[in-house]
């Protein structure tokens, strides 16, 4: 579903890719994880055309999406959940999903918005509330539920996780699972790398812009090197 190789990108002078090499099969839950500032947001938003790669290749569900605009890799079947929840906060819950529509066949929004509900009864019940108004997990619910609209093929997710209660992160990893479960492939960036690489069938470390350690998420749960850093205090 996506292959990327040797990728390069920054900006300007700082190189934040410095040769990338992952892949991330159909079907697939993957998480990359890494301490702050190792690139992840990065490679999450180079994938999507912004910044440009420097050097090397990205693949995507067969095709070269490299050197593509961002417009067009959407409507190929890709979306992205950006850290930080960028929902509009003037719109209502409703208004924000139709705006995840926006690049999908109108026939299919009704379908779509129920597909939506039904994985979060949450926001079906504050379907009228402007999204400013939501609580933080509501408000990660929303932005994972806009990228859902666009009937995805594959979905990348910054840190949906982020400043969360143990309860609803809990939720969010569960509607994750239900998400691929459904078809859509995951590619996850997480700092709750224990959580994350429960759910992943593979994981990828990445340290100052590079892959360093991969495997399923078994391997690198019990994998010492990864259990200093990230699971035992270490850099979080
Ligand atoms: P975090 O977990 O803190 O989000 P990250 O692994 O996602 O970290 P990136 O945000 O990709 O890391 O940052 C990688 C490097 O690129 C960092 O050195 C960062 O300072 C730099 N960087 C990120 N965005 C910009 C930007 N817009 N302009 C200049 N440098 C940037």
Do not use: W
Not at 11 to 23: N, P, Q, T, W
Not at 212 to 236: D, F, K, T
Request: aromatic share 4%.
């Amino acid at each position: 579903m996506l292959a990327v190789r040797g990728l390069r990108a920054g900006y300007g002078a700082i190189e934040a890719l410095r040769g990338v090499d992952l892949d991330v099969g159909e079907g697939e839950i993957v998480t990359l994880i890494g301490a702050n500032g190792a690139g992840k947001t990065t490679l999450l938003m180079t994938i999507c055309g912004m910044p440009r790669a420097m050097q090397g290749t990205i693949h995507f569900a067969g095709s070269d999406i490299t050197h593509l605009p961002t417009h067009r890799i959407m409507r190929m079947g890709l979306a992205h959940a950006p850290e930080g929840r960028r929902i509009f906060p003037r719109m209502t819950v409703l208004e924000n999903l139709r705006m995840g529509a926006v690049v999908s066949d109108p026939a299919f929004l009704d379908q779509d918005l129920e597909r939506v509900m039904t994985l979060f009864p949450r926001l079906k019940e504050r379907i009228g509330q402007r999204g400013g108004t939501l609580s933080g997990g509501e408000q990660q619910m929303l932005a994972i539920g806009r990228t859902l609209m666009a009937r995805p093929k594959l979905i990348l997710l910054d840190e949906p996780s982020l400043g969360l209660a143990p309860l609803i992160v809990k939720q969010i990893f569960e509607v994750i699972r239900e998400i691929a479960k459904q078809g859509v492939t995951v590619f996850l960036v997480e700092q709750n790398a224990h959580q994350a690489l429960k759910l992943a069938t593979r994981g990828y470390v990445m340290v100052n812009g590079r892959i360093e350690i991969q495997g399923s998420g078994a391997e690198l749960l019990a994998n010492p090197q990864v259990r200093a850093a990230y699971l035992e205090g270490g850099a979080h």
